[in-house]
Structures are given as structure tokens and as C-alpha cells.
């Protein structure tokens, strides 16, 4: 289901060398060792080393999974069998981290839970026995509601790639009630990530990775690249070479894993070399893995580079490297002409259909104002989902009446939406379908609830502690109630208006 795992070894113990960390377990410095890190590596004292002894780290790589490799052997070196370990994943890398984290579970003995729907791990976290949960915001929030997850139990939580969360709330329900002193390990997409993200996440924790010292130096040499699904790399790879046809070419992959990877699918080729570190001279080098800045520039040097990325890498390539031609491969314009062929199709059928009359006098007006070529392709762009769509007309529902209340500490305090939304929930035990919009200014902020709501809200929420400063509150009178015509007053003062993250 996620692809081909690579085993490497049947018992990682058994090949351990060098000078590990005694505190490491063998089979993890076996696992490391095979992919070829070694003890005195860079990324193992700034990353698995700090993760082993338990502290949090924020890793600033490439947005691939396996540059947190080693991070990760660490986290699970320090863990146990009464650990409890929460991986937080957008949809779209659940297949990725779950490759990388299978053989990383195993050396460590762990028991390894991959969720996309919260049914199996609902009944597996309730058996007991799980150490390690890998899944989406979405689905954690779900278990979390099912009390099949119980955040305050956690012992070490990643969160990774959280920048592509669809709602980052759901992120700040989960952990709301997670255990404060719980390890984090967090894993940006975006290797210059905003002080915010690390600060809210992962506050005082050691930064490592290739962009721990310094951000991205961008290369002049243009890219070639080619878009494609993280799981669909091999078949992307074996097409553009074929396309390609170059009389050497040079594939490079970040560890030993993707070398074996590429060379079960590769044809046999004496002309097709695999390397996983300095790339010699070649008419073509192949990226199968995505590359940090400074062996971006080692391979451009040794020959033409092509780099195979997810779409969510783009933005990195942006950073790194200027875009060259994007290569197109095999396949890709005749599955666009096949679907382009089966909705004309479609569109002929319902044509010569009946029923049509109520459609043409909603559409006729426009013909005598616009080109019918152009209205036909107006409604096509709306049909097929690519421009605006037509939403359903809506009765109008009055608003219910609402207040704000004025809370001490704004921006001045480093205090955020996430922050009230936070207290109010835990503290309050309140409903955050309740909390309206929440307008943070210099030194105060006003949290729009019911109006019903007001004045016990003002009161349960005065003496709390905020950005560890006690706040008070107060039912906020310059403003009257939302709805039954009513206007919104100025507040008690000015400033502008930040939207609830």
C-alpha cells in the first residue's frame, strides 16, 4: 500500500561498527550506518544526538522525509515500550513518512500504526500496546473526539510539514491538551520557516539540518525538473530516461534506501550509475531524491540535472535553483486529449438530449450581449471546476446577537488568535464553535462571543494566564450587538484587524 519497504539488513544489530552513541540502541546505529551516516556526520551530533537525550529540535531540510532520518532514530532510540508517539502528517505525505518510519520503527522495536481513517486505529489505540501513531491532523482530531487518543498521554509528538495543514486549528485542538513536557520534533516544509511556527510548536528547541546556520543560497544554473507523485517517482524515472536517451547518465538518491529503490526498477544499463554522494561526469544527472542547495551545486557541475518533485516541493525549487524547462513526460498530453475527448463527448450527449428549455432562457440574455462561443466557454470553465462556481442562492438567516470582551495583552505580549482560542477551550471548557472573530491589537484584544454568553465569558476568563502574564477581562460596552440591525461600535480603541489562524 505505501510502496516497496527497504530491508536492508535481517538483523541490524548484527552490523553495527564504528562509534555510536552507547545510548542509541544498536539496531538504530545499524539502521543509520546502513543508510550510509556515520557517527562523526554533522546531522548526527546536531539532530540524533539532541533528540536521543530528549530534547526538542527543529529540523530545517529539504521537504523530504528522509533527511529526518536521523532525528527521528533519535526520538525513537529515547522511547520505550510505554511511549506514546504521535506523527502528525498532511494527507499527501502519509505514504513518504511512512516509508521512512516503517524500518525506523522496527530497529527500535516499536509497534507502528499508519492511519488515513480513524476506524482501525480507533480500535488499536484502544487495545493498547501501540507505541507509534502515524497520521493527519484531521483523522487525530477525530480519535481525539472518540477519546481513542488521549493527547495528555503523549510522549513525543513530530509534526511535520505543518504549514500544509488545511486548517491549522485542528492542530491547536490536538494539542491544547497535549502533556507540556512531551518532546517535540518538528519538521517545516519551508526551510526558512516563520518565527511563529517554530515558536508555537517547538519553543526553545535546538535547530538543526542543512539550513540550521544559514537560509538557502539560490543557484543561477536553470533546472530541469519533472512534476510527479512522491510514490510515482520510479515510473517517472524509467520514462525520462527513456525519453531522454542520454549516452551516460548518473542517478543520484540521498541514502542507500533510494539507491536500492532505483536500481530494482532500473533497466540493465552499463551506461546507469547510482550514487548517493558526489555525482562523476555525465551527459545526464538524475535526482530521485531532492537535493540541499550544495549538492545541487556539485551535480550541475559534474552534468545536466533533471530533478523528479512532488508538486509541495516546488517552492523549495523556487529557493534553491532557477526553473528551467519543465520536462514532459510520455503519456501526460495523450491522458489530457483522452479526458478532453470523453467531455466533449458528454457535452454532445446531453445536446441531443431533451429538457434543455429551462437552461436556454436562464443562458439566451447573454447571447445578445456576448459571443456564444464565448459564453459555451465560460460555462465549461465553471462545469469542469477551473473558475468560479455557481453556489446555490441562500436564505437569509439572522445573525445571532453577540459581544466582545476585552481581554489584557495583545501584540505588545506576543499574544496570538491561537493563544485565546486555547484558553478559552481548555480553560473554559467552551465551545470554539462559540468564539467569533478575534481582533488582536497593541496591548489588548476582543474576542466576539453570543452576547448571552458575555458577561460569564468576561468573568471566568479574568486572572487567567496568557503568554505567562495574568490578563484581566471585561464585557467590552463600546461595542453593541451583532445582528437584528444593529451596528458594531468602535471598541475601545483602535488598531487592525487579524483573522484567527
Known amino acids: 500500500m505505501f510502496g516497496p519497504a527497504v530491508w536492508l539488513f535481517d538483523n541490524p544489530g548484527d552490523v553495527m561498527s564504528g562509534n555510536w552513541d552507547s545510548s542509541l540502541p544498536a539496531p538504530l546505529s545499524a539502521l543509520l550506518e546502513a543508510l550510509g551516516y556515520a557517527p562523526s556526520d554533522a546531522v548526527i551530533r ?21 533527511y529526518a532520518i536521523p532525528a527521528m532514530a533519535g526520538l525513537l532510540g529515547s522511547a520505550g515500550p510505554e511511549s506514546r508517539i504521535l506523527v502528525l502528517v498532511p494527507s499527501f505525505g502519509i505514504q513518504e513518512w511512512a516509508q521512512v518510519l516503517v ?60 504549514e500544509s495543514c488545511e486548517n ?9 491538551d497535549a502533556n507540556k513536557e512531551a518532546q517535540r520534533l518538528l519538521v517545516p516544509l519551508s526551510p526558512v520557516p516563520s518565527r511563529d511556527l517554530t515558536d508555537r510548536y517547538a519553543r526553545r528547541g535546538v535547530v538543526a539540518g542543512p539550513f540550521a546556520a544559514h537560509a538557502p543560497t539560490k543557484s543561477t544554473v536553470p533546472v530541469q525538473y519533472v512534476i510527479t507523485a512522491w510514490n510515482a517517482r520510479s515510473s517517472a524515472l524509467q ?48 535526482c530521485y531524491d531532492i537535493p540541499d542547495p550544495g549538492r545541487l551545486v556539485q551535480l550541475s557541475a559534474a552534468g545536466n540535472v533533471v530533478l523528479l518533485l512532488p508538486p509541495h516541493a516546488l517552492p523549495y525549487l523556487d529557493l534553491v535553483a532557477e526553473r528551467g524547462k519543465p520536462l514532459r513526460l510520455a503519456g501526460a498530453l495523450e491522458a489530457a486529449e483522452s479526458v478532453a475527448a470523453t467531455r466533449r463527448a458528454r457535452i454532445e450527449s446531453t445536446i441531443e438530449s431533451p429538457g434543455l428549455s429551462n437552461a436556454l432562457l436562464t443562458i439566451a440574455p447573454l447571447f445578445e450581449r456576448h459571443d456564444p462561443a464565448q459564453v459555451a466557454a465560460a460555462l465549461y470553465q465553471l462545469w469542469s471546476g477551473t473558475g468560479e462556481k455557481i453556489e446555490p442562492a441562500t436564505p437569509v438567516v439572522a445573525t445571532p446577537a453577540t459581544a466582545r ?3 489584557s495583552g495583545g501584540k505588545k505580549d506576543e499574544v496570538t488568535p491561537n493563544d485565546l482560542v486555547a484558553a478559552m477551550t481548555r480553560e473554559l ?26 458577561e460569564e ?21 463600546g461595542a453593541g450587538p451583532k445582528g437584528a440591525g ?7 480603541g483602535g488598531g487592525t484587524r487579524e483573522k484567527r489562524s
Open 46 to 66: 546536531e539532530s540524533t544526538v539532541p533528540a536521543l537525550r530528549g530534547t526538542n529540535v527543529v529540523l530545517l531540510s529539504p521537504p523530504s522525509a528522509r
Open 103 to 162: 524500518p525506523l520503527a522496527r530497529a527500535a522495536s516499536l509497534t507502528l500504526e499508519t492511519a488515513t481513517t480513524p476506524a482501525r486505529a480507533t480500535r488499536r489505540l484502544r487495545a493498547g500496546g501501540l507505541q507509534i501513531l502515524l497520521t493527519t491532523p484531521e483523522v487525530a482530531l477525530q480519535l481525539c473526539r472518540r477519546s481513542a487518543l488521549k493527547a495528555e498521554s503523549l510522549s513525543h509528538i513530530v509534526l511535520a510539514w505543518p
Open 168 to 176: 491549522p486549528e485542528t492542530l491547536t485542538q490536538i494539542l491544547q
Open 239 to 286: 520514462n525520462a530516461l527513456e525519453i531522454l536517451d542520454p549516452a551516460g547518465a548518473v542517478i543520484w538518491t540521498a541514502d542507500a534506501a533510494s539507491a536500492e529503490e532505483v536500481r530494482a526498477v532500473l533497466p540493465v544499463a552499463g551506461d546507469t550509475t547510482v550514487v548517493t554522494g558526489d555525482a562523476p561526469a555525465a551527459a545526464l544527472i538524475m
Open 405 to 407: 470582551v476585552w481581554v
Open 429 to 454: 471548557r467552551m465551545d470554539r464553535t462559540r468564539i467569533g472573530k478575534i481582533d488582536v491589537r497593541e496591548v489588548y484584544c476582543l474576542v466576539e462571543v453570543p452576547a448571552e454568553d458575555a
Open 457 to 477: 465569558v468576561a468573568r471566568r476568563m479574568n486572572g487567567l494566564t496568557i503568554r505567562r502574564r495574568r490578563v484581566t477581562a471585561r464585557v467590552d460596552r
Open 486 to 492: 444593529g451596528k458594531r461600535g468602535t471598541g475601545s
